[in-house]
């Protein structure tokens, strides 16, 4: 059974930066691909960023040039670096693990962003 636990997340101020931590255990997983999702208040749950067993990464136009997802498979974990946050980036992040056709989420993290 997977389980995911993200870290990391809080209040800033619109320009600082914050770095969102995802622990995971159960699995094998340097096999699955990692996701960074967010939902903002009274929005649908958006994929934020991806990034595959080899490495390869996506983003969401809306955080491109911004965002950075990582992974260290030697420490079961994925990372968000998210600098330059504006308030429209306020929203509760969750992190995914998918592989063999199944996805997990983990229990999200807040992340609000003042103005």
């Known amino acids: 059974q997977v389980q995911l636990v993200e870290s990391g997340g809080g209040l800033v101020q619109a320009g600082e930066s914050l770095r969102l931590s995802c622990i995971a255990a159960g699995t094998i997983f340097s096999t699955g691909v990692m996701e960074w999702y967010r939902q903002g208040p009274g929005k649908q749950r958006e994929l934020v960023a991806r990034?595959?067993?080899?490495?390869?990464?996506n983003y969401a136009d809306s955080v491109k040039g911004r965002f950075t997802i990582s992974r260290d498979n030697a420490k079961n974990t994925v990372y968000l670096q998210m600098n330059s946050l504006k308030p429209e980036d306020t929203a509760v992040h969750y992190c995914?693990?998918?592989?063999?056709?199944?996805?997990?989420w983990g229990q999200g993290t807040q992340v609000t962003v003042s103005s």
């Open positions: 995914s693990y998918y592989n063999l056709g199944r996805r997990t």
């Open positions: 990034i595959t067993s080899g490495g390869s990464v």
